[in-house]
């Protein structure tokens, strides 16, 4: 039997698994990515590792999207397994996609490396795959009026609010759209694209 070739990207929305979590402001990796599956008709089954995955192509490329079912905090686990079990891709053409309090509800930025920005999921990853340099997407949630420890940790377990849908709808539009600028041109030319503000 033949091992299918190894993908050639893989997009790992990160989140916390669980009904609980689902359209909370940490979760916003795990909606990007099942909206780009939703769009090709694809599925989610569990993958290798603490993972769930669906088969996705752009551009005649091939790739793997996941969401970690580890937690938040132990996200490297999952992307470590991954790409140690598709041979590949290398970090370069992996995508780490993000919330960020520090960019405002509704802006996406790529960056092509760097550290964590105080995300845990960021931290763990860079742990694990012992590096700092792999792309992210960060997708903007904006910060809590009172900005104090307890008052972050609530404010990014909380659901999106009725009147915020329509710029996190418009922002993913725009995530999906900056995806498929990555893996088709680079980060470089997502980056010029799509880092606005």
Do not use: K
């Amino acid at each position: 039997m033949s091992r299918d070739p190894a993908p050639d990207f893989l997009v790992l929305g990160l989140g916390n698994p669980g009904d609980r979590y689902r359209d909370t402001r940490h979760n916003l990796g795990f909606l990007l990515v099942e909206r780009m599956a939703q769009r090709q008709g694809a599925r989610f089954e569990n993958g290798p590792g603490p993972s769930r995955i669906c088969s996705f192509t752009v551009a005649g490329l091939r790739g793997i999207l996941a969401q970690p079912l580890t937690w938040m905090n132990r996200s490297g686990l999952a992307a470590r397994s991954l790409l140690d079990h598709a041979g590949g891709p290398d970090v370069s053409r992996l995508l780490a996609v993000t919330d960020d309090l520090d960019l405002p509800l509704g802006r996406i930025r790529f960056r092509g490396g760097g550290g964590p920005g105080g995300h845990n999921g960021l931290r763990s990853m860079i742990e694990e795959l012992g590096t700092r340099d792999f792309p992210r997407l960060r997708i903007g949630i904006g910060r809590p009026e009172s900005d104090g420890r307890e008052d972050v940790v609530e404010w990014v377990l909380e659901p999106f609010r009725p009147e915020e849908w329509p710029v996190v709808e418009e922002c993913l539009a725009r995530a999906e759209d900056g995806v498929a600028t990555f893996l088709e041109d680079g980060i470089e030319a997502a980056q010029n694209r799509f880092n606005t503000g």
